[in-house]
């Protein structure tokens, strides 16, 4: 059985930081893309960084381009997600997902590309 958990969300305040970590447990970690999504009150589901199978390529939305790294350890079976400078728009649920390249312009954004979901971890900014 599959699992994706997240976590290290939680409250902060404008400007602030935090690292959210997903721990993936029962596939092939390092044959999976790992993506990041998050859902804001009443938006859709969002992509926001993705990191290739061993770490080599990464793609960020233009929204936390510049603030944000992905990393992952496949010793570990894990993917870490750092976000600065965060603010009001930044408060979502953020998923990790893990899927396969399936081809297409920019088929990391799409939610289809991915097999399996965490169940989530709230972020929430607010001062």
């Known amino acids: 059985q599959v699992q994706l958990v997240e976590s290290g969300g939680g409250a902060v305040q404008p400007g602030g930081s935090l690292r959210l970590s997903c721990v993936a447990s029962?596939?092939?970690?390092?044959?999976?893309?790992m993506g990041w999504f998050r859902q804001g009150p009443e938006k859709e589901r969002e992509f926001v960084a993705v990191i290739s199978e061993r770490g080599l390529i990464t793609y960020f939305a233009d929204s936390v381009k510049g603030r944000s790294t992905i990393s992952r350890d496949n010793n570990k079976n894990t993917v870490n997600l750092q976000m600065n400078n965060l603010d009001a728009e930044d408060t979502a649920t953020y998923y990790c997902?893990?899927?396969?390249?399936?081809?297409?312009?920019?088929?990391?954004?799409?939610?289809?590309?991915?097999?399996?979901w965490g169940q989530g971890t709230q972020v929430t900014v607010s001062s």
């Open positions: 997902a893990a899927g396969k390249y399936r081809g297409g312009s920019q088929w990391y954004r799409k939610l289809t590309t991915y097999d399996y």
């Open positions: 029962g596939l092939s970690f390092g044959t999976y893309a």
